[in-house]
Structures are given as C-alpha cells and as structure tokens.
C-alpha cells in the first residue's frame, strides 16, 4: 500500500501547479509584446533607410550647387 504524501508536499505540488497556471497565462502576452516589437522594428527600419536616402539625395543635391557656385567642397 502507498501511503499519502505528507501535507507539505501537496502544498508545494499546490504552489507549483498555481505558478505554472500563471506562467502559462504570461505566455501569450509576451509572445504579442515580441510580435509588436518586430514590426516596430521593421517599421523603424524602413524609415532610416528612407531617412538616409533623403540625406543622401540633399548631399548631392549641396555639392552639385557648390561646384555651380564656383567653389567645389573638400
């Protein structure tokens, strides 16, 4: 015959059993905290690689009137 388990150990059966219910509740409002950030990410991305062709172009766009003006920059 097998005897009961002592109390304490139900006890912390109880309390493991209750974190993993929390934890498991946790779990998907990561995973949509991570998702959100990916596409921020990718949405900040994509706005400095337009940021930088805008000042890519407007750095021509200076040195092509600096050399018109009569004086080429360095």
């Keep these: 015959m097998i005897s009961p388990?002592?109390?304490?150990e139900l006890l912390d059966r109880d309390q493991l059993l209750d974190r993993l219910?929390?934890?498991r509740m946790l779990v998907?409002?990561?995973a949509e905290e991570l998702a959100s950030a990916r596409?921020?990410?990718a949405a900040l991305r994509v706005e400095?690689?337009?940021l930088l062709e805008r000042v890519a172009q407007l750095q021509r766009r200076?040195?092509?009137g600096a050399v018109?003006?009569?004086y080429a920059r360095r």
């Design 62 to 64: 200076s040195q092509r």
């Design 68 to 70: 018109a003006g009569g």
């Design 39 to 41: 596409r921020q990410a």
């Design 21 to 23: 219910h929390e934890l």
């Design 5 to 8: 388990a002592p109390d304490h």
């Design 28 to 30: 998907p409002a990561f």
């Design 48 to 50: 400095r690689r337009r």
